[in-house]
């Protein structure tokens, strides 16, 4: 029934609107000619602070327009990662996101440790550790998304190791009024109904002056994950929602104020997660209560720009709140024999201060300046949940109630530095740019009480009676610390006005980690892993050469890159195989080295073809016996990174009448698989890890055929993964869950529809 409708409510949608723009009388134009979308000298970004010419920036960045985002039906990271070379999602649910670059990723979860690739909406930083939930921001009216590919350490600081992707939302229009809806409604597997609403209105309250931007969106997408453990079909349900208002204010042709109030809602219902062996169709879990991954972000931001006349002056301040929830079941830690499970809620507050100059005078030398204030405290309360009728069948009494732990910590960090790149112009054809960035960053955790028990020795050893209830004494944890230069050298040669060539140098790294439980023994086996005191920062550096171009007249553009990386003192997550608790340490060094591509042809007018893709091979090549032994890793051992990924994707728009253009696209990837952690059991020396796997190699196909009315009406059908993959593209390397394993999301039919006003 669920099918019919739909099909039934997308003919009549997708005619109707086409009927209503047929009776419209307007000049012809066309929105989206690709013949016109020349090369990367015309594609401006911002990813050295300043507004530059893609194909002059000497690094590798991958744009991402609105339009080209609604296009192609990307809403959130997924279709980025698709979407960029050198970049691999790793995605086991909702609200679980890190990305990989470049094959710098030791598994694809990261717990503990800061993400490796900065993720910014506008001057925020809202990437975190790997084993807290990361908001799937939705991707709608955004001036931009920029993926910037290597290490990014002189302008963005801790956490850029290996990239950054920059979320660049709109401003307001001070003389336009502008509106637009964006609807879009799909069906998977024939019962899961997907449902998408954005809407965005500018309005200008005094022209040339002042202007206000309110955006809103909400989602409602049904699961396609049965949960044989809660009875639920289609439980991995999500629904969010939230929206922006951003006021801008230009008193002065010099001066700009503009205020941003963001706040964005996820809560799935659960989690994507999937156990294979349950189900020849890969879509079936097991639980014994739903896992939930959800957040809310909060984000106030003020922003003043001021033309002093020899430079650019910002200021952007941002305070936000993030609240989020980590409830998991556990019970595979002990192969589902007793009840094992953790709700965890984080609470985080942070303050963002950056202000910088950036010159604007016509001379030789360019340059950018300025500073950066960080700090951020994160509260996490940690429950460990047993079962009330487990409780009373062994006469478990003494607890306050089914949890058996609660843990009160919280940590505090700050990162402290000053930046800045300056470029001497030789002439139009060479120049050289130089960026340093010196900071200092501190981290350090601390436990603020809570009560632990002897329930996990006594369930498992099946002793019944009374617990022993014992209160957790506050502690202090070492702080980490560190302090030092990021360095950027760059040169580039432009032989003509259509190439440029450049060679890079520049280093990354990422905070220290604390572990929270620093010199706890294992309760379950006493002669495991004395949890260590934590991880100092790593440090990367890498060597990139380059070459961007666009020929005939922009109808063929390139972009190349070829990359060598060292990696040191890796940070790396592993779990003590007795009672899965997680901690953090460093390992020895590790190479990756690489190419990418990015081609795109304009062989005729309304025909777009592009091919991009990377080639990776990475390995450890240092390592201590007693690092591989609390690491579980393997000299001479590939990372967690694909050795060949590549897309392709083709466009075609032609007029239909002289008031309606019709187009079609197509979109095929192409990922390797790649193995999902070090191989050896962590303190068990030549042991392979039962966890151990590989991802699957997969291909995702997606297709669309739309039509566009007078330039302000868009209708699309499309098909996502139009084969219906279910290759496994995430595999947990953590013991803990049943389901360890996750897919694409099923075939998925549906329409889009929007409207500019």
Do not use: C
């Amino acid at each position: 029934m669920k099918s019919e409708l739909f099909a039934s409510a997308s003919a009549a949608a997708f005619f109707i609107l086409s009927g209503s723009a047929l009776a419209q009388a307007t000049d012809p134009q066309s929105a989206e000619n690709q013949a016109d979308g020349a090369g990367d000298d015309r594609i401006v970004v911002t990813a050295t602070r300043r507004e530059q010419s893609l194909q002059d920036v000497p690094l590798s960045v991958t744009a991402f327009s609105q339009d080209e985002l609604t296009e192609k039906g990307i809403v959130g990271y997924e279709g980025l990662a698709l979407e960029t070379p050198g970049a691999v999602l790793n995605k086991p649910t909702s609200n679980f996101n890190t990305f990989s670059v470049r094959g710098i990723a030791t598994n694809g979860y990261q717990a503990n440790l800061q993400n490796s690739v900065a993720v910014y909406i506008d001057e925020l930083p809202i990437s975190a550790n790997g084993n807290s939930t990361q908001l799937d921001s939705t991707l709608f009216d955004v001036e931009r998304v920029e993926f910037l590919r290597g290490p990014q350490g002189t302008l963005f600081g801790s956490g850029s190791l290996a990239g950054a992707i920059r979320l660049l939302t709109k401003s307001p229009d001070l003389n336009e009024f502008e509106a637009e809806t964006l609807v879009d409604f799909g069906l998977t597997d024939d019962d899961s109904f997907r449902q998408r609403y954005n809407g965005m209105v500018n309005i200008p309250l005094i022209e040339d002056e002042l202007a206000v931007r309110v955006v809103g969106f909400y989602r409602d997408e049904e699961g396609w994950v049965t949960n044989i453990g809660t009875g639920v079909d289609n439980a991995n349900t999500l629904k969010n929602w939230g929206g922006r208002f951003i006021v801008l204010w230009e008193p002065k042709e010099w001066a700009s104020l503009r205020l941003m109030a963001l706040r964005e809602e996820s809560d799935p219902e659960d989690a994507q997660l999937i156990n294979p062996a349950l189900d020849p169709d890969r879509e079936t879990r097991r639980t014994r209560r739903p896992d939930k991954y959800g957040g809310t972000l909060e984000s106030y931001n003020a922003t003043l720009d001021l033309d002093l006349g020899f430079a650019d002056f910002t200021s952007s301040t941002t305070y936000s709140i993030y609240d989020q929830s980590f409830i998991i079941d556990l019970d595979a830690t002990f192969g589902g024999a007793i009840p094992f499970a953790l709700d965890a809620f984080a609470y985080d507050d942070s303050f963002v201060e950056e202000a910088r100059l950036v010159s604007t005078t016509d001379s030789k030398f360019e340059w950018v300046l300025g500073a950066f204030y960080y700090y951020k405290r994160r509260d996490v309360d940690l429950f460990y949940r047993s079962d009330p009728a487990f409780l009373d069948a062994y006469g478990m009494t003494g607890l306050p109630d089914e949890y058996y732990q609660r843990r009160f910590n919280h940590s505090i960090s700050h990162e402290l530095a000053g930046f800045g790149e300056l470029t001497y112009r030789f002439s139009d054809n060479f120049w050289l740019t130089g960026g340093l960035r010196y900071g200092k960053l501190d981290v350090q955790g601390f436990t603020t009480g809570g009560y632990d028990s002897n329930y996990l020795v006594n369930a498992l050893f099946g002793v019944p009676g009374p617990l022993t209830v014992s209160p957790i004494m506050p502690a202090v944890g070492e702080k980490g610390k560190e302090t030092g230069p990021s360095y950027k050298f760059s040169a580039s040669y432009k032989p003509m006005d259509n190439i440029t060539a450049y060679a890079t140098y520049s280093t990354g790294f990422r905070a220290p980690a604390v572990n929270a439980r620093a010199g706890l023994p294992s309760t379950v086996d006493p002669t495991d892993i004395v949890i260590p005191d934590g991880a100092s920062s790593d440090k990367l550096k890498n060597y990139e050469i380059g070459l961007k171009g666009n020929w005939f007249d922009g109808k063929l553009n390139a972009n190349l890159a070829a990359y060598l990386i060292n990696w040191s003192n890796i940070q790396v997550q592993a779990n003590r195989v007795s009672d899965s608790v997680q901690f953090a340490t460093n390992i020895g060094e590790a190479r990756s080295k690489g190419f990418e591509f990015e081609i795109n042809v304009l062989p005729m007018e309304g025909l777009s073809i592009g091919l991009n893709g990377s080639v990776n091979d990475t390995e450890v090549t240092d390592l201590t016996a007693e690092e591989a032994a609390i690491s579980g890793a393997v000299e001479g051992v590939s990372l967690a990174f694909p050795t060949f990924q590549g897309g392709a994707y083709l466009r075609y728009a032609t007029d239909i009448t002289p008031d309606i253009r019709g187009f079609f696209s197509a979109n095929v990837r192409h990922v390797g698989d790649f193995p999902n952690q070090f191989p050896n059991v962590p303190g068990q020396p030549g042991v392979q890890a039962p966890t151990y796997g590989f991802t699957e190699p997969y291909q995702n196909v997606n297709l669309s055929l739309g039509a566009e009315f007078n330039q302000n009406l868009k209708a699309t059908l499309y098909v996502e993964n139009l084969t219906d993959d279910h290759s496994i593209i995430y595999r947990h390397p953590e013991a803990f869950a049943d389901a360890r394993a996750s897919t694409l999301r099923p075939r998925t039919i549906g329409v889009r529809l929007g409207y500019q006003y």
